[in-house]
């Protein structure tokens, strides 16, 4: 799969795991948030580590800087909520705050980035680079990749 159409699929996994869990009952969110959490995490970790360093450039450089402060933001919220039954009364908040968040990333990764990438790189880049995403989040999910975010709360990721 190609590395856009690999984000694209996350993208759309990302946005139903955000409804469900906004409309689930109390004893349903934790292991809701929890796969949401995992996915987020393993999404960020391969843009962060393979698909942003491997598209930066003039035309890409501006977006990209905003993608990973938009990516800290994300991840302190879910920190925060890892630290957070889903009773406590902020939680519920919190989440539709992480919602609006990712769908808004989502839409300028979409409508801005992607297409800038598509243009500047090949097809056969875009699917060796989409191969090397997908190995990275399958070895990703082989443990709990949501542990890892609240060790990348203090500054956003470099995209070198």
């Known amino acids: 799969m190609n590395a856009i ?7 759309q996994e990302a946005k139903e795991l955000l409804s469900t869990l906004e409309d689930a009952e109390v004893e349903d969110k934790e292991e809701l948030f929890e796969k949401l959490a995992d996915a987020l995490a393993v999404h960020a970790a391969i843009e962060e580590q393979h698909f942003y360093p491997a598209t930066k450039d003039d035309r890409t450089e501006e977006l990209l800087q905003e993608a990973v402060e938009e990516h800290l933001s994300v991840k302190r ?11 406590d009364a902020q939680f519920d908040a919190k989440v539709k705050v992480l919602k609006e968040q990712v769908e808004h990333h989502i839409e300028e990764e ?4 992607f297409p ?3 243009k500047a790189h090949g097809a056969q880049e875009l699917e060796d680079l989409g191969a090397l995403m997908e190995a990275t989040a399958e070895e990703l999910l082989q443990s709990e990749p949501r542990s890892q975010v609240p060790l ?8 070198d």
């Open 110 to 113: 979409e409508g801005e980035l």
């Open 77 to 87: 919220l879910i920190a925060d909520l890892l630290d957070m039954p889903p009773s």
């Open 5 to 11: 159409d690999l984000l694209r699929k996350q993208h």
């Open 116 to 118: 800038k990438v598509k």
């Open 152 to 159: 990348e709360t203090g500054a956003a990721a470099p995209i």
